[in-house]
C-alpha cells in the first residue's frame, strides 16, 4: 500500500492533526518540528502525545516527518547562525526521537560564501554534536534545488556530508521532485537514470522519503517554487511515473504543494485514482 501525507500545521496540536491525516484519507504527514521562521516549540502534554500516539497506531500511519525550520543554517559561518543551529538540531533531534517521530528533514545549509567544501564541514560537525548515536530517529539531508549558495543541489555533496559523520546509520536522504528537478536532474525524461545515479553515488537504501512536489520553474532554474501535481513543468505523468517506480515502493510521500488540507485531500485523491486507473486492478 502507498503510504502518502501531505505537509500539515500542528498549530492546534499533534492529536488534532492527526484526526486530520484520517479525515484526508493519507497515512502520514510531515510537520515542522518547531516554528518554521523562528525558535519557539510548544510542549505537548502527556494526555495529547497518548491520544496522538493511540491514533497513528489505530489507523497504521507510515513513518512521520518532522521539517526542521528553514531558519536553521548548518553550513554558516557566521558564529550567531551557527550556533542557533547547533543548537536547534541537537534539541529538535531529541524531541522528535522523544515524539517517535521516525525522521527529522532538514536543509543543509547555504554557504554565503565561504564555499562548498568549508560550509560540508561546518555542517559534519553540526550534526556530529548533535546525534548521539542512540537515537532511533533517523535524519534526513534534503535535496536541494541550489538557490544562492544552497549545499546539497548534487548527490555528491550529500554524500560528502555523509562521509564525514560519527554515525552515518543515523542519516538518510529526503529527495524533493521540485528541487532535483530544479537542481538539473532530468526526472522527466531520465528517472531510471537519475535514480542510477543516486544509487552509485549514495546507495538507493538511504533514499526514506520523497516530497512530491511540482515545480513552477523550468529544469535546471536552481530556483525553488513548488507547483501542485500536474500543474507544473514536471507534469502529472513524470511524477506519477516518480510514485510507480519499482525502485521506489514502500517509500513513503509527502505533498508539500501550495495547498490547503481539503486541497491536500482532493490532490491525494486525485494521485489514487489515476494510480488505480494506471495499474488496471
Ligand atoms: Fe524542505
Ligand atoms: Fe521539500
Ligand atoms: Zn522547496
Given amino acids: 500500500m502507498m503510504i502518502i501525507g501531505a505537509h500539515m ?8 492533526a492527526a484526526k486530520d491525516v484520517v479525515a484526508m484519507g493519507a497515512n502520514t504527514m510531515q510537520f515542522f518540528s518547531r516554528n518554521p521562521r523562528g525558535s519557539n516549540f510548544k510542549i505537548y502534554t502527556e494526555e495529547e502525545i497518548s491520544r496522538f500516539q493511540a491514533i497513528r497506531k489505530e489507523h497504521h500511519f507510515g513513518p512521520l516527518l518532522a521539517h526542521a525550520p528553514y531558519t536553521l543554517n548548518l553550513a554558516s559561518d557566521k558564529e550567531k547562525v551557527y550556533d542557533f543551529a547547533r543548537m536547534v538540531i541537537r534539541e529538535d533531534i531529541a524531541r522528535m526521537d522523544a515524539l517517535e ?6 536543509h543543509p545549509g547555504s554557504h554565503t560564501g565561504i564555499g562548498t567544501e568549508a560550509g560540508i564541514q561546518n555542517i559534519i560537525a553540526g550534526l556530529n554534536q548533535a546525534i548521539t548515536g542512540e537515537e532511533k530517529i533517523t535524519v534526513l539531508l534534503e535535496t536541494m534545488s541550489g538557490k544562492g549558495s544552497e549545499i546539497g543541489v548534487t548527490f ?8 564525514g559523520l560519527t554515525h552515518p546509520e543515523r542519516v538518510g536522504v529526503c529527495l524533493d521532485t521540485c528541487h532535483v528537478f530544479s537542481a538539473g536532474y532530468d526526472i522527466v525524461n531520465h528517472l531510471d537514470e537519475v535514480l542510477e545515479e543516486f544509487d552509485r553515488v549514495l546507495g538507493l537504501p538511504l533514499l526514506k522519503a520523497i516530497h512530491l512536489n511540482d ?3 523550468p529544469f535546471g532554474a536552481h530556483k525553488d517554487r513548488h507547483a501542485t501535481i500536474g500543474d507544473g513543468k514536471i507534469g502529472l505523468s513524470a511524477l506519477l511515473h516518480v510514485l510507480m517506480h519499482p525502485k521506489l515502493r514502500g517509500i513513503p510521500v509527502y505533498l508539500e504543494t501550495p495547498l490547503d488540507d481539503d486541497g491536500h485531500k482532493e490532490e491525494i485523491q486525485m ?5 488505480y486507473e494506471s495499474s488496471g486492478d
Fill in 215 to 217: 515545480s513552477m520553474m
Fill in 271 to 275: 494521485i489514487k485514482e489515476v494510480i
Fill in 101 to 106: 517521530i521516525e525522521y527529522l528533514v532538514f
Fill in 9 to 16: 500545521s500542528v498549530a492546534k496540536g499533534l492529536e488534532k
Fill in 156 to 163: 555528491e555533496e550529500l554524500q560528502a556530508i555523509r562521509e
